[in-house]
């Protein structure tokens, strides 16, 4: 986990300092660098800042080869794909349009910007998979050019013992969740457990609760009871609700 130094506020630093120019030409010898890339190593993170309208990423820090095994400028949007667990390659597949709509509206609007956050399990260098916390700030800038860039950080939270229990998620404009992850920040989204998430799952593909218990090997009730505790975590009356939201933030 990270300690006092895991302020956002140095990244927003190299932001004000490099968005002006696309983030090109930045010294890596640049005290600023240095203490961003000193701080993730601490962290367990790395970031890149990216053009989500021409589909481009225009700076990667270091420690993209420690935990992804990719050299910082031969990383591309692909090799994300091929990290992510399969288990996971359906909502991962989901969240790119939802990234892709809130560039588009804010381009559109020409002002704004926004927090979007979730966890993945993705692989490593060494090919284990690790859970990790991806991080978006997408913001409109008219500087260098007319576009909404996004700094992205993905931070190791192996540590964090209840992912098990979900997802993680979070979209919005409040800044405070952009920061280093703490239990607080991750118990954000869907707290479900394993066995609610995939009836939730079989509910959103039309089974029936007697279905859905020949599925899973449960009985009828106790299908109907994970469904009323379902609702009641939710805050939702009924199901088909909250299948709707769950389908916009990306998480079914």
Known sequence: MGDNNSNYKLYFRIIEKYGPQSFAGIDPNDPLIIEAEQMMEGNDQFFYFGDLILFQILYTSKRSLDMMGVEPAALTGAHFFKAVHPDEMKRFIIGRPILLKLAHDLYLAENGFKVLSTNFRMKNADGNYDNLLVQFYIYYSTVPYKSVFTFKIHTNINWFKKHK??????????????????????????????????????????HSSEEVAEKLFLSTNTVNTHRRNILHKSGKAHMSELIHDLKEQGIL
């Not at 280093?180 to 479900?192: A, E, S, Y």
Request: net charge negative; glycine share 10%; charged share 30%.
């Open 165 to 206: 229990r979900g997802y993680h998620h979070y979209l919005g404009d409040d800044l405070s969740n952009f920061r280093f992850p703490d239990n607080d920040l991750l118990m954000i989204g869907n707290v479900f457990s394993r066995r609610e998430f995939d009836i939730l799952q079989l509910i959103e593909k039309g």
